[in-house]
């Protein structure tokens, strides 16, 4: 199982980015997926994550309204789009699979990571 995640960079606060994960090695359409972040020193925090549907999305409080998140099962990809971007937004990001129905916001119920990308935004 591969997740690959990209789209990440430096952007200034209150701009956007979009960041992708791609799936190999499962059948993407029977897992939930989920967006983590970890900031330097802090633990890895639940970000959103989507049914496998993508009929239901859930978002952490500090990024509801300004991030989205979505899927397409048939480029087996999971994407975050990130608006009004804050300088506290600034982590390392990773998507995560899990076999759950409704997607947990712990890290421990998901079963596989990506590698990460980076998200630094500047004030």
């Known amino acids: 199982v591969q997740l690959q995640a990209s789209g990440g960079g430096l952007v200034q606060a209150g701009g956007s980015l979009r960041l992708s994960c791609v799936a190999s090695g499962i059948v993407f359409g029977s897992y939930a997926m989920g967006w983590?972040?970890?900031?330097?020193?802090?633990?890895?925090?639940f970000?959103?994550?989507?049914?496998?549907?993508?009929?239901?999305?859930?978002?952490?409080?500090?990024?509801?309204?300004?991030?989205?998140?979505?899927?397409?099962?048939?480029?087996?990809?999971?994407?975050?789009?990130?608006?009004?971007?804050?300088?506290?937004?600034?982590?390392?990001?990773?998507c995560a699979t899990t076999t759950m129905s409704v997607p947990p916001r712990s890290k421990v119920g998901y079963d596989y990571w990506g590698q990460g990308t980076q998200v630094t935004v500047s004030s």
């Not at 983590?36 to 925090?45: D, I, T, V």
């Not at 998140?69 to 804050?86: E, F, H």
């Open 36 to 45: 983590f972040r970890q900031a330097p020193g802090k633990e890895r925090e």
């Open 47 to 94: 970000v959103a994550a989507i049914r496998w549907s993508g009929a239901s999305t859930y978002y952490a409080d500090s990024v509801k309204g300004r991030f989205i998140i979505s899927r397409d099962n048939a480029k087996n990809a999971v994407y975050l789009q990130m608006d009004g971007l804050k300088p506290e937004d600034t982590a390392v990001y990773y």
